[in-house]
């Protein structure tokens, strides 16, 4: 089984800083990418972030020059490091991670379970 272990959440005041972290663990062959998701309540999930094997970021417009996206391979974690924080940045954060679990696997997303962010204005 593979499982995505997300920590980090919590409540803050607009303007602070909070940093997410998730291990990903199981049988796990190899991961790919590995991404940030958010969804605010009444809307959809959208993309926060995403990082590539070799370390290419990308970030939706709402959350560039504020967030950084990174990851250890060496221990199958990503984070994401949130400065300068919106009222608007409320939401649960899900971790995703593109993965296979063995060789001949043709991969698949796993996400985790979600970690709640608040943010008081």
């Known amino acids: 089984q593979v499982q995505l272990v997300e920590s980090g959440g919590g409540l803050v005041q607009a303007g602070g800083s909070l940093r997410l972290s998730c291990e990903v663990s199981?049988?796990?062959?190899?991961?790919?990418?590995m991404a940030w998701y958010r969804q605010a309540p009444g809307k959809q999930r959208e993309a926060v972030a995403t990082?590539?094997?070799?370390?290419?970021?990308n970030y939706a417009d709402s959350v560039k020059g504020r967030f950084t996206i990174s990851r250890d391979n060496g221990k199958n974690t990503v984070y994401l490091q949130m400065n300068s924080l919106k009222p608007e940045d409320t939401a649960v954060y899900y971790c995703?991670?593109?993965?296979?679990?063995?060789?001949?696997?043709?991969?698949?997303?796993?996400w985790g379970q979600g970690t709640q962010v608040t943010v008081s204005s």
């Open positions: 995703n991670a593109e993965l296979r679990r063995y060789l001949t696997d043709y991969g698949r997303a796993y």
């Open positions: 990082i590539t094997t070799s370390g290419r970021a």
């Open positions: 199981g049988n796990i062959f190899s991961i790919n990418s």
